[in-house]
């Protein structure tokens, strides 16, 4: 996907001449004020930054808690089991459903999986599937370079600018209350009533994602401990992992790790086989931004891509069809 971001003249009087564009990006210096984002300055603000610290915070608290519960042993089988299967069906609703599906385009999907895809995402605790999208069409379209909502060269390349922007990419781009238009960015999301009505619901999918492990925590174990344990680690820590483990290829996926494939201009992105797993093959983003619309992000030899062998069984099974694999031509063609 291609967005072309033109200067505004907006508030200009007539007759006047506009302001001079800003000098080009040099690829080290700190980012001007942000373009392609529509700030937010009104009382709403505090409310979004109390919202996004809870989303943050929260289940980072849980992870202490569970740290120090596990010293005393107060965990179950039960709470592996279902942190593992959430974990799994949040984070694939994020990879397969809202990102290499409804973001880039890398196959359709029939009507009831594109909208228990984004479902699953949704309970993932990331944002609702709109916003989500706007704002990652956003970043591919800006990649390290002003605009980009999330970049680690955010405050220039040397040594504190990184270590700052490192952190600013990871989490802190969370709390500066911008939103990439949904219009601008997402209006075939906008126009689809399916994914409308699931954005609406991001609220009560976030309820039930921690009412789920409570209530089959309860009912497994035969007792409310098993609910409470089942809400910490199946609830708040699995939300935990799967927020750092996204973050971390917002941010250390484009420091840390290989170029093999050649990317735009201020394009940094890199593989980081550490995280594959964890990220269902999210984190060889070196190729997903030398070839967004691809289906599959590990192409080498090796790379374990989760995500790609979920969107093939999907296919297989009917539910998927124009999937856009990678050839051995586009691949070749993108070597660095």
Same mark, same amino acid.
């Given at each position: ?9 907006? !508030? ?10 800003p000098p080009p990006y040099d690829g080290t210096s700190p980012f001007p004020p942000d373009e392609g984002s529509t700030p937010v300055r009104d009382s709403g603000d505090r409310i ?79 944002g609702d599937v709109i916003g989500w999208v706007a704002t990652h069409r956003r970043h591919h379209a800006f990649t390290d370079r002003p605009g980009d909502p999330h970049s680690p ?6 040594? %504190? ?68 344990? !089942? ?41 980081? %086989? ?18 967004p619309t691809s289906a599959r992000h590990g192409v080498d030899r090796g790379q374990i891509d989760p995500s790609a062998a979920v969107i093939r069984l999907m296919e297989r099974a ?19």
């Amino acid at each position: 996907m291609s967005i072309i971001s033109t200067p505004s003249t907006k !508030g200009i009087p007539a007759g006047t001449d506009p302001p001079p564009p800003p000098p080009p990006y040099d690829g080290t210096s700190p980012f001007p004020p942000d373009e392609g984002s529509t700030p937010v300055r009104d009382s709403g603000d505090r409310i979004y930054v109390g919202v996004t610290a809870a989303i943050v915070v929260l289940p980072f608290v849980g992870l202490g808690l569970a740290g120090w519960l596990l010293w005393g042993r107060l965990i179950h089988p039960v709470d592996i089991v279902l942190a593992a299967v959430l974990y799994t069906v949040t984070g694939l609703g994020v990879t397969v459903g809202f990102h290499r599906g409804l973001t880039h385009g890398s196959y359709r999907a029939i009507r009831p999986v594109r909208v228990a895809l984004a479902v699953a995402g949704s309970m993932s605790f990331q944002g609702d599937v709109i916003g989500w999208v706007a704002t990652h069409r956003r970043h591919h379209a800006f990649t390290d370079r002003p605009g980009d909502p999330h970049s680690p060269y955010r405050y220039g390349t040397h040594l %504190w600018g990184q270590l700052h922007g490192l952190l600013d990419a990871h989490v802190g781009w969370l709390f500066r209350n911008e939103q990439s238009p949904p219009e601008r960015y997402a209006p075939d999301l906008v126009a689809d009533p399916d994914i409308r009505a699931v954005s609406r619901a991001f609220p009560w999918l976030c309820l039930l994602t921690l009412a789920l492990p409570f209530g089959l925590g309860w009912a497994i174990g035969g007792s409310w401990l098993y609910g409470v344990t !089942g809400l910490l680690w199946a609830g708040l820590v699995r939300i935990a992992l799967l927020h750092h483990v996204t973050w971390s290829v917002n941010s250390l996926c484009h420091m840390i790790g290989e170029r093999p494939f050649r990317t735009r201009r201020h394009d940094r992105a890199t593989n980081l %086989w550490p995280l594959a797993l964890l990220s269902f093959g999210e984190s060889w983003h070196n190729l997903h931004h030398a070839d967004p619309t691809s289906a599959r992000h590990g192409v080498d030899r090796g790379q374990i891509d989760p995500s790609a062998a979920v969107i093939r069984l999907m296919e297989r099974a009917g539910w998927a069809y124009d999937v856009h694999w990678p050839t051995a031509d586009r691949v070749a063609a993108r070597r660095a």
